[in-house]
């Protein structure tokens, strides 16, 4: 509360009871009226820490490109916890009624993602770093992937025979297929969270 409290009166907004939306897994996302604020988890593995602090310059930036996505309003931390303040999307959440759509209006939304990203996918960097917020740049995609798949980490003999499988499959599958990422200077801006619960459709 102390984040949201410092947040709103730092840019001098009226207070708004927070609402805390039951999706985001990450991080903390509450509803201030016109507003959103994302909190960065306490609770998250070293692994994941930091992911928020990129995302205001990176929106920033797409929003420059004329990306319609929320605009980022502040972007700070209150003892060592980042937090965003945002706009709120307007409109409503696609996947509630992507169902309702005839197929020519479903071709139309999916055409107006690929514009999307096409904005997103403009932006190249120097470096491949994946996840993004962990800042390890690699200059070869190869080495990027490879550095966040590791199947030494799986107990397998703890895995149903069904999962055993599947996980030896995609194991089998890495192997062979790494080398087929052997690349460079490809690097590019990837959303990587592309779903219906991300897409806000108005009109």
């Excluded at 929106?59 to 309003?73: F, M, N, R, W």
């Excluded at 703890?158 to 052997?182: G, H, Q, T, W």
């Excluded at 490809?186 to 619960?197: F, G, P, R, Y």
């Amino acid at each position: 509360m102390e984040i949201i409290i410092f947040a709103l009166a730092r840019n001098k907004l009226p207070w708004v009871e927070p609402k805390r939306f039951a999706s985001g897994v990450i991080n903390r996302v509450y509803d201030l009226g016109e507003y959103v604020i994302k909190i960065e988890g306490s609770d998250l593995t070293n692994y994941a820490k930091g992911v928020l602090k990129p995302q205001a310059e990176l929106i920033d930036k797409v929003v420059s490109l004329g990306a319609k996505v929320p605009k980022t309003l502040d972007s700070g931390e209150l003892e060592d916890q980042p937090y965003l303040l945002m706009e709120k999307a307007e409109g409503f959440n696609l996947v509630y009624d992507w169902l309702k759509f005839n197929l020519k209006e479903k071709e139309n939304f999916i055409a107006q993602l690929c514009e999307q990203l096409q904005i997103f996918h403009s932006i190249k960097f120097d470096n491949y770093i994946m996840p993004i917020y962990l800042g390890r740049k690699f200059e070869n995609l190869k080495d990027a992937v490879a550095n966040i798949i590791n199947f030494k980490l799986i107990d397998k003999s703890k895995l149903e025979k069904e999962y055993l499988i599947d996980v030896e499959f995609l194991e089998d599958f890495f192997a062979k297929d790494i080398n087929k990422l052997d690349e460079e200077g490809t690097a590019v801006l990837v959303h990587s969270d592309i779903h219906l619960e991300n897409i806000f459709h108005k009109g």
